[in-house]
């Protein structure tokens, strides 16, 4: 059963937004943190955004910071990922994942990940 489902990916224009959706289900062995990383073709995974259980805590790639914006609506186990601002980029494979342990802005420290929605931005 997939835990972590993402949605909401797709092909926009540069300057353009989406909003990325993670349903999460609840599980242990979780520190509450939940975060979204991408990967590009022929390139390592790296982190873009994370958030803390309250929402109060948010973690944000040099890369994204000011176009991104990460959100949680814990009634509805679900995180987001509000992208503006789109850049050609930007392009890559993204994934949500539920942090355990450890720094939250690597991918080391996370235990469960979806399966990724693809994120296409043309020029």
């Known amino acids: 059963q997939v835990q972590l489902v993402e949605s909401g990916g797709g092909l926009v224009q540069a300057g353009g937004s989406l909003r990325l959706s993670c349903a999460a289900a609840?599980?242990?062995?979780?520190?509450?943190?939940m975060g979204w990383f991408r990967q590009a073709p022929g390139k390592e995974r790296e982190f873009v955004a994370a958030?803390?259980?309250?929402?109060?805590?948010?973690y944000y790639a040099d890369s994204v910071k000011g176009r991104f914006s990460i959100s949680r609506d814990n009634a509805k186990n679900t995180v987001y990922l509000q992208m503006n601002s789109l850049k050609p980029e930007d392009t890559a494979v993204y994934y949500c994942?539920?942090?355990?342990?450890?720094?939250?802005?690597?991918?080391?420290?996370?235990?469960?990940w979806g399966q990724g929605t693809q994120v296409t931005v043309s020029s």
């Open positions: 994942a539920q942090h355990s342990s450890g720094n939250p802005t690597t991918a080391q420290g996370y235990n469960y």
């Open positions: 609840v599980r242990t062995f979780s520190s509450g943190t």
């Open positions: 958030i803390s259980w309250s929402g109060g805590i948010t």
